[in-house]
């Protein structure tokens, strides 16, 4: 079992739709947990980040994290074109960071 | 520009030959890490420094590489001998511990021919 888990996608959506971008973890201990945006050729860039149960929102954003399923998810709403990336899920592990192989979102216009 | 850097962008070795690579952490972060992506793949650790002091290398990682922070603020990668198989982004992200949102630089792009 890989330690932090994404599907793969391609997860296509029709602009101004919610696109749903879900992770889940292995090791019980975590305690942060972490979003990043992908652009082709690009570094990530974090989006945001959650420690407690229940929703975080940041703009179009929301983050959801369930420790007892040991899932983490990531809502984008009214998603643009400009969305369209790959979404890496991320996990501190004592200090260090567990990335999932990232999940690839295609916004149609 | 405030960011993390990274220098060179891009670089073309030789099997066998030795490859470093630097980066500038954000000057307030005290924490700066080394990870390594291929495609397709998330990026993957490889070490850690919390000031000039290496806190933590992957298990994972030839004794090829080495990566040192003299004076706590940049650091630098070393590999030695390159393989084709060392071919990746090599990427830097530099942090404060208390959240440990880590911001990346552009990345170190390495083809190993």
């Known amino acids: 079992q890989k330690e932090v888990e994404q599907n793969s996608g391609p997860l296509s959506v029709p602009e101004g739709a919610i696109a749903s971008l879900n992770c889940t973890y292995s090791d019980r201990g975590s305690q942060s947990f972490f979003w990043y945006r992908q652009y082709s050729g690009k570094s990530p860039e974090l989006i945001m980040f959650?420690?407690?149960?229940g929703d975080k929102e940041d703009g179009r954003f929301t983050a959801q994290l369930n420790k007892a399923s040991q899932y983490v998810s990531l809502l984008i709403r009214d998603s643009q074109p400009s969305d369209s990336a790959t979404y890496l899920c991320a996990v501190n592990q004592g200090g260090k960071l567990i990335f999932g192989q990232g999940t690839e979102l295609s916004v149609k216009p | 520009d405030t960011g993390v850097s990274q220098d060179p962008r891009h670089k073309i070795t030789k099997r066998g030959q030795n490859v470093t690579f630097r980066c500038d952490p954000i000057?307030?972060?005290?924490?700066l890490y080394w990870y390594r992506q291929t495609l397709g793949q998330g990026p993957e650790f490889l070490t850690y420094f919390q000031n000039e002091a290496q806190l933590e290398k992957s298990r994972l990682l030839s004794d090829r590489f080495s990566a040192e922070r003299p004076k706590g603020s940049f650091s630098t990668l070393e590999i030695q001998r390159t393989e084709q198989g060392d071919s990746a982004m090599y990427l830097c992200a530099s942090s404060l511990p208390r959240y440990n949102e880590q911001f990346f630089g552009p990345g170190t792009r390495l083809t190993v021919l």
């Open positions: 000057s307030e972060h005290n924490r």
């Open positions: 959650i420690y407690s149960n």
